[in-house]
Structures are given as structure tokens and as C-alpha cells.
């Protein structure tokens, strides 16, 4: 298998670890000598721990060089190769030995063991991996070792029952008895010469006496004719009496003092050969007193020596035969001491090479899971001797650097993006147009602030909805755009929220290269300010107009009808009352056209206002009090504040306002109770004035038929009125003296009655202090301040006009 499948096999059967940090430190198996498996940035110092990480294999090392040349020593020596002499002691000893260092290799190998089954318990990085190369090789020692043991034990078995068999017994035996009968037979030769020259010897004792010189001659001829090399006549003290030798310079050796005593008694002793290659007998001589024969005779060397080797090899060869189970049991313990450090020390190798394998693989993949949380500035540690997994570790850490580098470029750009982004939306949420962002799916992917406040949205509400559900007015506006595939289009839309009408000028933008659009962007400006402005400018040059036009001939025409009532009155007689009801309405109707037309000049030259101080209570009092006179069917109250709230005003345009408010207040009280005659006399009208902070405000609260609820904010415009008879300049009256004082106008229900709402409430916010004039007359050129969207509230839906 190739190495980056390897690694990529490895990490993706490493298991995530759950440390209580994201960069926690590898756990390393005892004795693991390999490559430290620590990862760390660039330029960091190797781990000083790596010493102590390398006593275990320095231990591990000097135990298996010692127990080999122990094993060695031990048989060298239980073979006879060396001086040293295989006693008990010795075997026993280098035995006790061997079995301590085999102890010494197993707990070392215990603790690397242990090491590998904590680091697999604990899941470290390539701890699996580790485990089953170590049990590879301790497969791979140990089968092997396991057979030859046996077929040791079986041969040794074997080749002892072949040793000891019993033929080879009889051949050893056979031998022995042979060398036996040989010298046997030259006993009894030199036995039978023996008494037969002890016989003649004593025969000649009369020889002897006569002629004692003859007597050698005697002595030699005797043993000439028995072939006897050397004769001797020795005393019982062994001393030799005469000598009869055909060997020249002989040497004289007596014989043994236990054969000596035998031959006193009369017996012919055979002494065996010793040292030397001759065979002796000694015979005591019954004619002469105390004097024995002792005759030698040579036997062939080299048979004797053979004799002797064969003596002692089978004198050796029954020793190992009553020692059979002991050798059995001694070579047994050397085979297995010699061979357990063999298994052992293949163990280690094993362990070690293992270590060596897995300790750079365990730094990639701790590497890559550090990657894998964001560190990429983890760096492998490279040693030369690792090969391909050096190579590996190498291109390795090139890709870090590579991604490092590459992620610090992207972080880089994405900072860029990011302030990028950020002006964007500094720019998108400081202009007034609404903006939003969609997909070309349609759906929204982005909502600025202007939006949210038009719209009355939040962001989070409105991101991933489909345009066309979250503002159903401009989906066929983004579907023409979709679908014609032009770069813009716009068109007028209204939007109708909670009882208000919005015009927006809506803009749909395409977003792409080429033909394809990857997106667009609708703008929308809130233009109902803009339209209401138009319309009241428009109004307002009709209302001229209309003044210019019509004020001329109504005063002719109701002079000329009083004039037709006084000169033609009395001389009508038939039909006078009709007569009366027609120059009547004419008169009436003219009467009412000239008020209107003085409301339409009134609404077309609104004065510029002259600021003065004014105490706001008396303005609000002398306008209630007219109403308080004219209409007693209504209770009128006051809620005035006890000091005076002075401000910058112009006294007849206020009032003008508040009377106007009055007006409307008692005309919807009026509606109310012709909807509902029940309701007559229960007419009621408050007029408040408060101050809050550097403002004031002025209410009248009605319980009269209140406000609609459509399309309130459109109530201040010119000649938009709810009543019948109504000319709907009143309220736009108000507000444009409401803007020309820099204050604004809030329309809203009245508050609850007996849990429902009753009436309507009409508020004036006017700031209290000094006014610039060029304030007022700039706002009183522009009669179309902005009006702002109606809201709504849990107790009174409310809507506010003014700057």
C-alpha cells in the first residue's frame, strides 16, 4: 500500500478525541523511542521530556545485547567449547542467570505492552494502527519459536532414545568385554608362566644352596624360555633379591602392597597394567623363606590406551544414562532461556520498529487533526531516517505552510470583505430609500434599516422569505423584471398597512454578468410626503383660482336676489311662500359659497406668522369659550396646567387651530347623534394643554363618531372630509399652522370608554422657546411638510403630521 493511502486510511480510522482543549498532547506508549509523536509550530525546541521517553529503549537495548551473549555463553559452555567445566553449579548458575535477564526483557516489554493498551484505551492517534503491527511481529516471533521448540523437543527426545538404545548398549558392552578378554588372556598366560617358573624355582633350592652364582644364570634361563622380558625375586618388603632382565635399564616398580598380601597367602596375583603398558604377576616361593616372583611382561600400548578410552567413554556413558533426565532437563532450560531471548528480543525489535513505523504516522495524524481544528500552524517533526515517511512528513508540512499561507491570504480578503461589508451596510443604513436584496429565486437575503422602518419589519422576520409573500405589492414588480430581463424597472406602488395607505416609488436593479442575473436589489423611497405636497400645492392653486373666480359675481347675485325679495315681495301674491323659499335659498347658498370661497382664499394665503409671546392657556380658553356660548348642549372642560406655558406663537393662527379643532370636535359629536339619537346632550369636549420637557401640546378629545380608519393620515389633506356638508380644509388649516409653529399633528382615537373606544383625539406637538422667522416662512412656502405613517397602538391608533 502506498504511503498517502496509508495516511489517508489512518486518519480516517483515527477516532475524534474529546480533550478538555483543542490542542491536547498525544499520549506515548512506554518506551516508544521512535520519532516524537508532539507536534509544534515552526522553530519550537524539541520536547526536553524526549530524554526520559528514551531510557526505556536504552534499557530495553542493553537487556537484549546481555541476554544474547548469555544465551550464547550458556551454550558455548553446556557444549564443552570453553575451559569452563558444565558442572551443576555452573549449568545452574548461567541457567539463574539467563531467567533474570528473560525476566528483565518481559517487564520491559509488560510496560511497553501497557503503554500501547492505555494508548488505545485512550484512543491516541494510531494507537490501533501500533497494536497490530506490534502483534504482527509477535505473531511472527513467536509461531515460529513455538515449532522449532517443538521439533527440538521431539529430536532431542529421540536422538537420547537412539543414544542410549540397546544396541548401541550391547556395541559399548561388546567393546569392554573385548578389551577385557585380552588382557584377561594375557593373565592367564603370564599366570600359567608364573606358576610353572615358580615351580622349577623352587625344585632348584638345592641349585640354589650349591651354587649360588649359577643361580642367576638359572633365574634367566627361566624366564628366556617363558618369554618373560623381566623376572624379579623380591622379599616381602618388596626388595629384590635377584633379577633376571632382558630389557637393559628397566626400572623397578613394586608391586602393590595389597598384591603382596594376597601372594602371601599363597595365591598367584595378576597385577593389571597402569600407567604403563605391562602386565605383572607375583607368586610367593614355597622352598624359600619369605621370597616371592614376581615376573613382567609387555602388553601392546595402543590397545591398552584404546582400552582405557573405552573404559572411561563407557563409564561416561552410564553416568548420562542415570543422568538422562537431568541432561534432558538441562539442555531443555538452555533451549528455552536461549530461545525465549530470542522470542523477547525479536519482541522488542519488533515493539522498536513498530515504534519507528508509528510514531511519524501518529504526528501526521495528530497534525491533521489539529488541522482539522483550525491550527494551521502545527509543523511535523522530520527525521532523515524515517524514508518515505520522512519524505511524507516533509511534503507535509509543505501543505501546512501552503494552507497557512494560503488562509492568512483568505483571511486577509475576507477582512477587506468584511470592512467592505460593513461600509455597505453603513451605507445602506444611512440612506433614507429602502433597500432590499434578494435572490434569483426571489427570495430576500438582505434588509436594510430604511426597509425595516417603511415597511415596519425586522430583519430576522423578513431574511429568507419569498419577496412576493413577505410584500405581496412588489412581487409583480420583481416577476416583470425577472421575466423581460432588463437591468431596471420601476413603477408606483401603494402599500396598505394596518388601515394606512404608502405610495413608493419602487426601483428593481438586476445583479449579474451577462445575461444571467445572480440576483436584485429593490429600492423604495416612501413618496406619499412628496404626493401629499403635490396635492396640497395643487389644491391650494385651485382654491386661488376657485377664490379668484367665484368671489366676483356672488356678491351681485345676492344683492340681486335681496333686491328681487324688496321690490317684488308685496306685489306677489300667489305662490309667495315659494317665492320667499327660492330668493331665501339663493341668498343662503350664496351666503355659504362666499364661506367657502373665504375658506379657499383663507387656506390659499395663509399668513406668514407673526411670533410673539403668548400665554398658550388664554389662547386655548378664548377659543373654547365661543363654543361654550353658541353650543350649551355640550360640556365643554378644561385641562390647563396652574403656571403659564409660555411660548413663540402667533395668537390668531393658534387660535384659528384650536378653534378648528373645536369646530371638528362638536360637528362629530353632531354625526354622532344623528347616527344615534340616544346620544343627544351626552356630547362632551375636553381641550388639554401639557408640557413635556422643551415641548407642549394641545388636545381636544370628542366622544363624538371619531376617526376613520382608513386612510386617516389623507384627513389633513385639502377637501378630503368625512361629513356631508364638510369642505375638509379644516384639519389641512391646522396642520399647516401646526408646521408654520414647528410642531406636528397627531390624529388618534379617543381613549376608552366602558372598554371601547368613543370619539377622537387630535393633538398639537409645538416646541416651547424662541422660533427662527426664516424657519417659519420656509415652512410656510412649503406647504406640504412631511406627514408621517400612522401608529398603531394597543389603546389608540394614532397619526402624526408636521417637521
Known amino acids: 500500500m502506498r504511503l498517502r493511502s496509508v495516511f489517508q486510511s489512518l486518519r480516517k480510522a483515527a477516532k475524534p478525541k474529546t480533550p478538555g482543549h483543542p490542542h491536547e498532547a498525544m499520549i506515548q506508549p512506554p518506551g516508544d523511542t521512535g520519532s516524537s509523536d508532539r507536534v509544534s509550530p515552526p522553530g519550537a525546541q524539541r520536547d526536553p521530556a524526549s530524554s526520559r521517553r528514551r531510557l526505556p529503549f536504552t534499557l530495553g537495548l542493553i537487556t537484549m545485547v546481555v541476554s544474547l551473549c548469555s544465551g550464547l555463553a550458556t551454550y558455548v559452555i553446556l557444549t564443552g567449547l570453553t575451559p569452563i567445566v558444565p558442572t551443576h553449579l555452573v549449568v545452574v548458575g548461567v541457567l539463574l542467570i539467563n531467567l533474570v535477564l528473560v525476566l528483565a526483557m518481559v517487564m520491559i516489554i509488560a510496560w511497553q505492552v501497557t503503554g500501547l493498551w492505555l494508548a488505545r484505551r485512550r484512543q491516541v492517534a494510531g494507537a490501533q494502527l501500533h497494536v497490530r503491527i506490534v502483534s504482527l511481529f509477535s505473531v511472527i516471533a513467536v509461531l515460529p519459536a513455538i515449532l522449532l521448540a517443538v521439533f527440538a523437543s521431539i529430536s532431542l527426545d529421540r536422538g537420547l532414545d537412539h543414544w542410549f538404545s540397546v544396541r548401541t548398549k550391547s556395541i559399548i558392552q561388546n567393546s569392554i568385554d573385548v578389551a577385557t578378554a585380552y588382557l584377561q588372556e594375557h593373565g592367564q598366560v603370564i599366570r600359567a608362566d608364573t606358576v610353572g617358573m615358580a615351580k622349577d624355582i623352587d625344585e632348584a633350592v638345592e641349585l640354589v644352596k650349591s651354587q649360588p652364582q649359577g643361580f642367576g644364570n638359572f633365574l634367566t634361563a627361566q624366564a628366556a624360555i617363558r618369554a618373560l622380558p623381566i623376572a624379579y625375586l623380591i622379599d616381602g618388603d618388596g626388595k629384590v633379591l635377584a633379577t633376571a632382565a632382558s630389557v637393559p635399564d628397566f626400572p623397578y616398580r613394586a608391586p602393590p602392597k595389597e598384591a603382596m598380601d594376597l601372594a602371601k597367602k599363597g595365591q598367584v596375583i595378576v597385577i ?108 511535523v517533526a522530520v527525521d532523515p531516517a524515517d524514508g518515505d515517511l520522512a519524505v511524507l512528513g516533509s511534503t507535509f508540512n509543505t501543505m501546512t505552510s501552503e494552507l497557512r499561507s494560503q488562509r492568512d491570504e483568505l483571511v486577509g480578503a475576507n477582512t477587506a470583505l468584511d470592512e467592505r461589508r460593513r461600509f455597505m451596510e453603513a451605507v445602506l443604513s444611512g440612506v433614507t430609500a429602502g433597500v432590499v436584496g434578494v435572490d434569483p429565486d426571489g427570495t430576500i437575503t438582505l434588509v436594510n434599516r430604511s426597509a425595516e422602518t417603511l415597511l415596519k419589519v425586522k430583519e430576522a422576520d423578513f431574511r429568507g422569505q419569498p419577496l412576493s409573500k413577505a410584500v405581496p405589492e412588489f412581487g409583480p414588480l420583481l416577476k416583470r423584471a425577472q421575466k423581460q430581463g432588463r437591468r431596471l424597472v420601476t413603477d408606483q406602488i401603494a402599500l396598505r398597512r394596518a388601515g394606512s395607505e404608502r405610495n413608493f416609488a419602487v426601483r428593481v436593479t438586476s445583479e449579474g454578468v451577462g445575461q444571467e442575473a445572480q440576483g436584485y436589489v429593490v429600492t423604495f423611497d416612501d413618496m406619499t410626503e412628496l404626493v401629499s405636497a403635490q ?190 356638508k364638510g369642505t375638509g380644509l379644516g384639519l389641512a388649516i391646522v396642520q399647516r399652522i401646526t408646521e408654520q409653529h414647528g410642531g406636528t399633528l397627531h390624529l388618534a382615537d379617543a381613549p376608552r370608554r366602558n372598554g371601547k373606544i368613543e370619539g377622537a383625539s387630535v393633538r398639537m406637538d409645538l416646541p416651547i422657546g424662541e422660533r427662527d422667522d426664516a424657519r417659519a416662512g420656509e415652512t410656510m412656502s412649503e406647504p406640504g411638510a412631511p406627514i408621517h405613517a400612522p401608529e398603531a397602538a394597543e389603546e389608540e391608533e394614532e397619526v402624526t403630521h408636521g417637521v
Request: hydrophobic letters at 45%.
Open 535 to 724: 396635492r396640497i400645492t395643487a389644491w391650494a392653486d385651485v382654491a386661488r383660482r376657485i377664490a379668484h373666480e367665484i368671489k366676483n359675481p356672488l356678491t351681485p347675485i345676492q344683492l340681486s336676489a335681496e333686491r328681487i325679495r324688496r321690490k317684488y315681495g308685496d306685489s306677489i301674491t300667489k305662490d309667495r311662500e315659494v317665492f320667499d323659499q327660492c330668493t331665501d335659498t339663493i341668498i343662503r347658498q350664496v351666503s355659504d359659497i362666499g364661506r367657502m370661497v373665504d375658506e379657499f382664499s383663507a387656506f390659499a394665503r395663509m399668513p406668514k406668522p407673526v411670533m410673539e409671546h403668548h400665554d398658550i392657556r388664554e389662547i386655548v380658553r378664548e377659543a373654547v369659550f365661543l363654543f361654550q356660548v353658541s353650543r350649551p348642549e355640550i360640556v365643554f372642560e378644561l385641562d390647563l396646567p396652574d403656571k403659564p406655558v409660555v411660548t413663540l406663537s402667533d395668537r390668531r393662527l393658534l387660535t384659528q387651530a384650536v378653534t378648528n379643532l373645536v369646530k371638528n370636535a362638536s360637528e362629530a359629536i353632531d354625526s354622532a347623534v344623528e347616527a344615534d339619537p340616544a346620544r343627544a346632550g351626552t356630547g362632551h369636549i375636553v381641550a388639554k394643554v401639557c408640557t413635556k420637557g422643551d415641548r407642549m401640546q394641545i388636545t381636544v378629545i370628542d366622544n363624538g363618531c371619531g376617526l376613520p380608519k382608513e386612510n386617516r393620515e389623507r384627513l389633513v389633506e385639502p377637501y378630503m372630509t368625512t361629513r356631508a
Open 272 to 379: 593389571a597394567p597402569g600407567q604403563t603398558s605391562m602386565v605383572g604377576a607375583i607368586k610367593s616361593l614355597q622352598n624359600f623363606d619369605d621370597t616371592f616372583l614376581y615376573v613382567i611382561r609387555p602388553v601392546n600400548a595402543r590397545v591398552l590406551q584404546q582400552l582405557r578410552e573405552t573404559r572411561a567413554n563407557v563409564a561416561e556413558y552410564q553416568l548420562l544414562e542415570q543422568r538422562r533426565a537431568g541432561v534432558q532437563v538441562a539442555f531443555g532450560l538452555m533451549y528455552v532461556t536461549i530461545a525465549l531471548t530470542l522470542l523477547l528480543s525479536a519482541i522488542w525489535i519488533g515493539m522498536w520498529f513498530a515504534n519507528r513505523l508509528v510514531a511519524p504516522i501518529r504526528q501526521l495524524m495528530g497534525a491533521a487533526q489539529q488541522i482539522s481544528e483550525g491550527n494551521l500552524a502545527v509543523e
